[in-house]
């Protein structure tokens, strides 16, 4: 059977490059990256090496840059580091928004379970934040404001650099979860004033099981893992080196010929999809859209089940975000966009990569087109 994988927001397949990046470390140069021998020495160069290129590619020094094990642990960090932190300060404040990453949503409800103060703000029909509303909602117990960059379901870039000036004007502290817009949206940590950014590797070709964390130099922050001191004495872990070997070689290998290539693909897909009837594109159009994401929601149909004949005949989708992909509650961000209950229910979500073709697209929406109309036939909601 044929395979199509558009599930590109989950994870991505790892670039043959960096799989031969990665090797040599898991076979000759295995030392511990703490270890003060020439097996260790080499680990550490490497280690090194490697920040380097992550914090090149966001302006940023290298030093500030933070080795995780996922996007996930990052945006932990930031939310329950910041917090304990600014404890004794009496500042225990969070400004966020509704279509934030589960791990961000869920983080920031352990702390309002420990006292916290969280703003959840709304977005616009296009998944936008106001920045004046992020103004607005800033108080003098405000530490950090976390906005997403690049969203993971519906593709929508927010200004980093609008909400950044607003951030800085307030004197707080501005985090964003960039783990879907990294290499594919130009991002400059000094000009768009952003002071903690999330990274991660599997997104971008790169291996599962690493990310990074931006930490712009002089802010405190609590580490939540106490031991050797790796990291700066922020992250302590014996550091993954054959993982974030293969992350930066990912970064160093992603070209702007990719970029404009799944943007093409996308504009494409969402064109023959939007001649099906009765269909929406959810999210942002053009610039303001990852290149590689599609979320389209067809009336009367679940997204479910469209998944599922879709997944059938070797198309592999999603109906959301991959880390609650098997919950069969709607989707927060399309609730937050304003579509109804059974709306949010009928949307799919699909994502490129630069090794998806031209021909892969017209087959799936050849069959998407053929599966609609036959679940449309047998639907209660019609």
């Given at each position: 059977?044929?395979?199509?994988?558009?599930?590109?927001?989950?994870?991505?397949?790892?670039?043959?490059?960096?799989?031969?990046?990665?090797?040599?470390?898991?076979?000759?140069?295995?030392?511990?990256?703490?270890?003060?021998?020439?097996?260790?020495?080499?680990?550490?160069?490497?280690?090194?090496?490697?920040?380097?290129?992550?914090?090149?590619?966001?302006?940023?020094?290298?030093?500030?840059?933070?080795?995780?094990?996922?996007?996930?642990?990052?945006?932990?960090?930031?939310?329950?580091?910041?917090?304990?932190?600014?404890?004794?300060?009496?500042?225990?404040?969070?400004?966020?928004?509704?279509?934030?990453?589960?791990?961000?949503?869920n983080a920031c409800r352990w702390i309002e379970s420990l006292g916290g103060k969280i703003t959840y703000l709304d977005v616009n029909e296009n998944g936008f934040v106001n920045p004046k509303d992020i103004e607005k909602a800033i108080n003098e117990k405000t530490f950090l404001v976390s906005i997403i960059h690049g969203n993971n379901e519906i593709g929508t870039i927010q200004n980093l650099r609008k909400i950044g000036e607003v951030c800085r004007k307030k004197g707080v502290l501005f985090h964003t979860d960039a783990c879907q817009s990294f290499t594919k949206v130009s991002i400059n940590v000094k000009k768009d004033n952003v002071d903690l950014m999330t990274?991660?590797?599997?997104?971008?070709?790169?291996?599962?099981?690493?990310?990074?964390?931006?930490?712009?130099?002089?802010?405190?922050?609590?580490?939540?893992?106490?031991?050797?001191?790796?990291?700066?004495?922020?992250?302590?872990?014996?550091?993954?080196?054959?993982?974030?070997?293969?992350?930066?070689?990912?970064?160093?290998?992603?070209?702007?010929?990719?970029?404009?290539?799944?943007?093409?693909?996308?504009?494409?897909?969402?064109?023959?999809?939007?001649?099906?009837?009765?269909?929406?594109?959810?999210?942002?159009?053009?610039?303001?859209?990852?290149?590689?994401?599609?979320?389209?929601?067809?009336?009367?149909?679940?997204?479910?089940?469209?998944?599922?004949?879709?997944?059938?005949?070797?198309?592999?989708?999603?109906?959301?975000?991959?880390?609650?992909?098997?919950?069969?509650?709607?989707?927060?961000?399309?609730?937050?966009?304003?579509?109804?209950?059974?709306?949010?229910?009928?949307?799919?979500?699909?994502?490129?990569?630069?090794?998806?073709?031209?021909?892969?697209?017209?087959?799936?929406?050849?069959?998407?087109?053929?599966?609609?109309?036959?679940?449309?036939?047998?639907?209660?909601?019609?």
């Amino acid at each position: 059977m044929k395979e199509i994988y558009l599930d590109n927001a989950a994870t991505t397949q790892v670039d043959k490059n960096v799989i031969k990046a990665m090797i040599p470390f898991f076979k000759e140069k295995y030392g511990n990256a703490s270890s003060l021998h020439l097996k260790g020495e080499e680990a550490k160069r490497a280690l090194e090496e490697s920040r380097k290129v992550i914090a090149k590619r966001i302006n940023a020094k290298h030093h500030e840059i933070i080795f995780t094990s996922s996007g996930t642990e990052a945006n932990n960090f930031v939310i329950k580091g910041l917090f304990f932190s600014n404890k004794n300060k009496n500042k225990n404040h969070i400004v966020t928004t509704k279509i934030e990453h589960d791990c961000v949503l869920n983080a920031c409800r352990w702390i309002e379970s420990l006292g916290g103060k969280i703003t959840y703000l709304d977005v616009n029909e296009n998944g936008f934040v106001n920045p004046k509303d992020i103004e607005k909602a800033i108080n003098e117990k405000t530490f950090l404001v976390s906005i997403i960059h690049g969203n993971n379901e519906i593709g929508t870039i927010q200004n980093l650099r609008k909400i950044g000036e607003v951030c800085r004007k307030k004197g707080v502290l501005f985090h964003t979860d960039a783990c879907q817009s990294f290499t594919k949206v130009s991002i400059n940590v000094k000009k768009d004033n952003v002071d903690l950014m999330t990274l991660n590797a599997h997104k971008i070709h790169g291996p599962k099981g690493v990310g990074a964390l931006y930490i712009k130099s002089g802010i405190k922050i609590t580490p939540l893992l106490h031991g050797g001191g790796q990291e700066f004495k922020l992250r302590s872990s014996t550091e993954n080196i054959p993982g974030i070997v293969g992350f930066a070689k990912a970064v160093k290998i992603t070209k702007n010929s990719d970029i404009k290539k799944m943007k093409k693909l996308r504009d494409y897909f969402i064109s023959k999809l939007l001649e099906i009837p009765d269909t929406r594109l959810n999210g942002a159009e053009g610039n303001q859209r990852l290149c590689n994401n599609i979320n389209i929601s067809f009336k009367n149909i679940e997204g479910e089940s469209l998944g599922s004949f879709l997944n059938a005949r070797g198309i592999f989708t999603s109906t959301g975000s991959a880390c609650s992909s098997k919950n069969l509650e709607p989707s927060h961000v399309l609730l937050a966009l304003g579509l109804n209950p059974i709306e949010a229910n009928s949307s799919i979500r699909i994502s490129l990569s630069k090794y998806t073709t031209k021909e892969e697209v017209d087959y799936a929406v050849n069959e998407i087109k053929k599966i609609v109309k036959k679940l449309r036939k047998i639907s209660p909601l019609v």
